[in-house]
């Protein structure tokens, strides 16, 4: 078993693995923590109570949405990514579609083919918006 530490020092344990060599035709829903080094011709969610944690290696490809609470991409992304927690793009990351996150780490080298959209608390935006009036004319 190996570990993943987070920006917040807690360690998530990685307890599924997709293999270099294996390719899954089909979603992926998973618990916990999971790696992939392999090939996903499918969507990647994580179910449950808690957020997972999902780590795509260098050589991992995806192909199809991923929605995780925390997200490590070095590899090779075609489809939107939603980490409802945190998103570490690495240096040799390749994603091709949108990109949401509640916190975003990118390295030198990543790269994203498609829109970065903040997913922040837009309640506290709403309780700041500022009307204008128009001005009085002459």
């Known amino acids: 078993m190996s570990f993943f530490a987070n920006k917040s020092n807690k360690a998530s344990a990685i307890d599924s ?19 992939v080094d ?14 997972g944690t999902l780590v795509l290696s260098e050589i991992a490809k995806v192909e199809g949405e991923i929605d995780v609470g925390h997200v490590v991409v070095n590899g090779t992304v075609a489809g939107p990514v939603r980490a409802k927690e945190y998103l570490e793009l690495l240096p040799k ?10 916190t975003i780490e990118i390295h030198v080298g990543a790269i994203v083919m498609g829109r970065m ?10 309780d700041k918006v500022i009307e204008f009036k128009p001005a009085l004319g002459n």
């Open 17 to 35: 693995l997709i293999g270099a060599g294996t390719t899954i035709n089909g979603d992926v829903n998973f618990t916990g923590g999971l790696r």
């Open 38 to 51: 392999g090939v996903v011709k499918g969507n990647i969610k994580a179910v449950g109570d808690k957020p």
């Open 117 to 126: 959209i903040h997913e922040g608390e837009t309640r506290l935006l709403a």
């Open 93 to 102: 990351a390749r994603v091709t579609g949108d990109v949401s996150y509640k």
